[in-house]
C-alpha cells in the first residue's frame, strides 16, 4: 500500500498529539502530557449501562420473530374477526328451522348450503364456533386458576401429598368422556334448573382441574428446594408469599402454554359431550350439535358434516400452534 | 446381625435444659451461640449418613467463628442446623442461652430468624430471579413488619444499598443483570437488613471471581464492625478463614476435630488432619513452596468414636485419647 496514504492518519496530524514525537527524533517528548490521573469512584464502577431487562418486553420480540408464531397471530385474529363480525350480519330467519329450505347445497344464497331442518350452515357453524370457544374460554381459566392454586398448595405441603395422590388416582382413572357424562347426568338430575352450558362447564371443570393441578405440583416440586426459596424461608416468608412471590413469577410461563394447550382440548371436550347428547342440547347452536346434525346424513349430504368439521379443525389448530409458538417465546432460555 | 442389637446400647436419650447461662464459666465472655452435643443424621437403618456426630462448640458475642473442612465434612449441615432447616437426631443449640431446636411456636422460631441470618454460598441461585432487588432486599421487612411506611423502607433499603456500595438506580433491576460479586453483596444487604445478631456465612466467597473475593471479605469486616455483628464462616479455603476468623474449628467426616484460636491452629496444628490441611495451603514463594512437606492424612487410622474432646491448652480441644495426642504433640 502506499505509503502516503498512511501518512495522513499519522498521530502527529492530531491536535492533541503535536508535541508527542511517535518516531524519538523530536527531544522534548512529555510523558505525563499523556496520562490524565483520574480519581477511583467505588460507586461510579457499580453503574450498569445495560437498558434494564424486561421478561414480557423480551417474550414478545421473540415471540414476533417466528414465522409460525406470524401464521398463528394471523388466523388467531381472523378467527377472532369472524366468530364476533359474521354472526353479527346473520340475515332475519337464516337460524330457523324451515322444512322448505332443508338439505340445499351451497349457493349464492346459502354459502355452504342448509343442515336437515332448513338453517343456513355457514351462520351457523360460526355462531357455533363462537359459543363453543367462548366455552371453552370460560373452562380453561376455570381449570387453570384451580388447579394451580391447589398444585401449589399441593407441592408445597408435602404432608398433604397421599391426600391429593389418591383424589388425582379417583378422577384420572376414570376414563374422561365417561366422567363428563356421568357428572352432566347427576347434575342435570339433582338441578333440573340448570343452564345446559352452566352444566357443562361445571363438570368439564371438575373432570379437568386435577391434571392442571398435578402438573403445576411436579413443577412446585422441582423449584421448590432451591436455594432462594431456602433463603426465603430463614427470612421468615410466610407460605402464602413464598407461593405468589416465590414460586408463581417461575410458573407462570408453563401455566400459560399449558393454558392455550388447554383451551383446544376443552372445545373438543365440548365437542364430544354435545356430540353425544350429555353436553348442549341438539337445538342449541354448538359445533358439537352441529355435528351431531350433520353425521345423521354424511352420505346424502357430505357438506352438512364438513362445514364444521373443517371449522373446529381450523380452530384447534389455531389455538395449538398459537400455544407452541408461546411455549418457545416465554422460555427465557430462548431469550438471545 | 450386629445393628439388632445397637438399640439397647444406645443411652437413653438426654434431656437438656430449655435455658442455659450466657456467661461462659470459665473466662466469663458472653456466649452468643452454644451447641451441645449435635447429632445431625440423614436417612434411616442401613443407609444412614451421619453428617455430625456430637458437636460441641460455642460462639462468642462479637467474634468470628471458622468452620473449616473439606466438603462432606458437615459444615453446611451444621449452619443450616442452627437455622432450623436441618432436623437435629441428638442434642440442642442455644441462642442466647435459650433453646432455639426441638419443639417452638410460630412466634419463637420468628423470633429467632430475626435475629440469626445466613449469606448463602452461590448468590446465582440464592436470589429470586423473577424479583427485583427492591424486594429481594426489602423481604426480611416485610416479614417482620420493621417499617412505618414505604418511604421509611425506601430509606432503608438505599441506607442499606450504599452500605453495600451499590446504588439506589438498582432498586428496579433483577438479579441476573448483576455481577458475581454484587449479587453476592445484595445477599449480603438481604441478610443484614433486618438487624440480625448473628450471621451465617456458608463459603459466601467460594464461588465469587478471585478478583472480588477481598472485596466482598473486607465489606464483610466493615460490617461487622460497624454493627456489632457476630459470623459463623464456613470455608475450606483455610487462608481466608485465617484472615477473618478469632477461633476456629476443623471438621473432618462430621467431627469437629480441633477448636481453638485461629492463631495458635495456625501456628501449632495438633490433630494430623489440621497439620495435613495447612501443609495443603498454596504458598505463593516459589522458594518456600518446594520445601514444604505435604502430609496426607489417613483416615483409618483414627476411630473418631473411640475418641473424645480433651482440652490440651487453654480453651484449646482436640479430637483423641491422651495417648494418640501424647504422639501428635511429641512427634516433630
Request: hydrophobic share 45%; aromatic share 10%; with cysteine.
Amino acid at each position: 500500500m502506499n505509503k502516503r496514504n498512511w501518512d495522513k492518519f499519522s498521530l502527529k496530524n492530531f491536535s492533541e498529539f503535536k508535541d508527542v514525537d511517535i518516531d524519538g527524533q523530536n527531544s522534548a517528548v512529555n510523558e505525563d502530557s499523556l496520562f490524565k490521573f483520574v480519581e477511583l469512584d467505588e460507586f461510579k464502577s457499580e453503574v450498569i449501562k445495560v437498558e434494564p431487562y424486561s421478561y414480557w418486553k423480551s417474550v414478545m420480540r421473540t415471540f414476533i420473530r417466528k414465522p409460525s408464531a406470524l401464521i398463528a397471530i394471523i388466523s388467531m385474529l381472523l378467527l377472532l374477526l369472524a366468530i364476533i363480525v359474521i354472526p353479527m350480519f346473520t340475515p332475519e330467519g337464516f337460524l330457523d328451522f324451515s322444512i322448505a329450505d332443508k338439505d340445499l347445497p351451497p349457493d349464492s344464497v346459502h354459502l355452504w348450503g342448509t343442515d336437515l331442518v332448513g338453517r343456513d350452515l355457514f351462520f351457523m357453524t360460526w355462531t357455533g364456533a363462537r359459543k363453543s370457544i367462548g366455552l371453552a374460554l370460560i373452562t380453561s381459566s376455570l381449570v387453570v386458576v384451580i388447579g394451580t392454586g391447589f398444585g401449589l398448595i399441593w407441592g408445597f405441603y408435602r404432608k398433604l401429598d397421599p391426600i391429593f395422590i389418591e383424589l388425582y388416582n379417583l378422577i384420572a382413572n376414570i376414563p374422561a368422556l365417561l366422567l363428563y357424562m356421568l357428572l352432566s347426568y347427576v347434575l342435570s338430575q339433582a338441578f333440573p334448573a340448570m343452564a345446559a352450558e352452566v352444566r357443562l362447564i361445571i363438570s368439564l371443570t371438575i373432570a379437568s382441574w386435577i391434571g392442571v393441578a398435578r402438573f403445576i405440583r411436579n413443577q412446585t416440586l422441582i423449584i421448590t428446594n432451591r436455594e432462594y426459596n431456602l433463603a426465603s424461608k430463614t427470612l421468615g416468608t410466610p407460605p402464602a408469599r413464598i407461593m405468589t412471590k416465590n414460586l408463581l413469577p417461575y410458573l407462570l410461563s408453563v401455566i400459560i402454554t399449558q393454558t392455550s394447550l388447554i383451551i383446544p382440548g376443552m372445545i373438543s371436550s365440548e365437542v364430544a359431550m354435545s356430540f353425544f347428547g350429555v353436553g348442549l342440547p341438539s337445538n342449541a347452536i354448538s359445533l358439537g350439535a352441529l355435528l351431531d346434525l350433520g353425521r345423521q346424513k354424511f352420505e346424502l349430504y357430505p357438506f352438512q358434516l364438513l362445514a364444521p368439521a373443517g371449522v373446529l379443525s381450523f380452530i384447534i389448530f389455531t389455538f395449538f400452534l398459537f400455544g407452541l409458538a408461546l411455549t418457545d417465546a416465554l422460555d427465557p432460555k430462548k431469550h438471545r | 446381625m450386629s445393628n439388632i442389637f445397637d438399640i439397647f446400647r444406645k443411652e437413653s436419650k438426654k434431656s437438656y435444659p430449655s435455658t442455659v447461662s450466657t456467661k461462659d464459666s470459665v473466662n466469663g465472655r458472653d456466649i452468643l451461640l452454644e451447641v451441645r452435643d449435635v447429632d445431625v443424621f440423614f436417612g434411616a437403618g442401613k443407609h444412614t449418613v451421619k453428617a455430625c456426630n456430637s458437636l460441641n462448640f460455642k460462639i462468642y458475642t462479637g467474634e468470628t467463628f471458622g468452620l473449616v473442612g473439606e466438603s462432606g465434612s458437615g459444615k453446611t449441615t451444621i449452619s443450616r442446623a442452627i437455622l432450623g432447616i436441618n432436623k437435629l437426631t441428638n442434642g440442642a443449640i442455644y441462642f442466647k442461652g435459650e433453646k432455639i431446636t426441638g419443639k417452638l411456636t410460630k412466634k419463637e422460631s420468628l423470633a429467632v430468624k430475626s435475629k440469626i441470618q445466613m449469606i448463602f454460598q452461590d448468590p446465582a441461585a440464592s436470589l429470586n430471579e423473577r424479583a427485583n432487588v427492591d424486594y429481594i432486599i426489602s423481604e426480611g421487612l416485610y416479614n417482620f413488619k420493621m417499617y412505618e411506611n414505604t418511604d421509611d423502607r425506601l430509606h432503608k433499603v438505599t441506607d442499606m444499598l450504599h452500605k453495600v456500595s451499590l446504588l439506589p438506580e438498582h432498586l428496579s433491576r433483577y438479579p441476573h443483570e448483576f455481577s458475581g460479586g454484587q449479587r453476592q453483596r445484595i445477599g449480603i444487604a438481604r441478610a443484614l437488613i433486618i438487624e440480625p445478631e448473628l450471621v451465617l456465612a456458608d463459603e459466601p466467597i467460594s464461588s465469587l471471581d478471585v478478583s472480588i473475593r477481598a472485596q466482598v471479605l473486607n465489606l464483610l469486616k466493615k460490617l461487622q464492625r460497624d454493627n456489632d455483628l457476630t459470623y459463623l464462616f464456613v470455608a475450606h479455603d483455610l487462608s481466608i478463614i485465617k484472615y477473618i476468623s478469632d477461633r476456629v474449628a476443623v471438621m473432618n467426616d462430621g467431627y469437629i476435630v480441633e477448636l481453638g484460636n485461629a492463631n495458635d491452629i495456625y501456628s501449632n496444628p495438633i490433630h494430623p488432619y489440621t497439620k495435613s490441611l495447612l501443609t495443603a495451603i498454596p504458598q505463593p514463594d516459589p522458594r518456600t513452596k518446594n520445601d514444604r512437606k505435604k502430609l496426607v492424612y489417613n483416615r483409618q487410622s483414627i476411630n473418631y468414636e473411640e475418641c473424645e474432646y480433651l482440652e490440651v491448652s487453654d480453651s484449646r480441644f482436640v479430637l483423641g485419647t491422651p495417648e494418640l495426642i501424647k504422639q501428635w504433640t511429641t512427634k516433630q
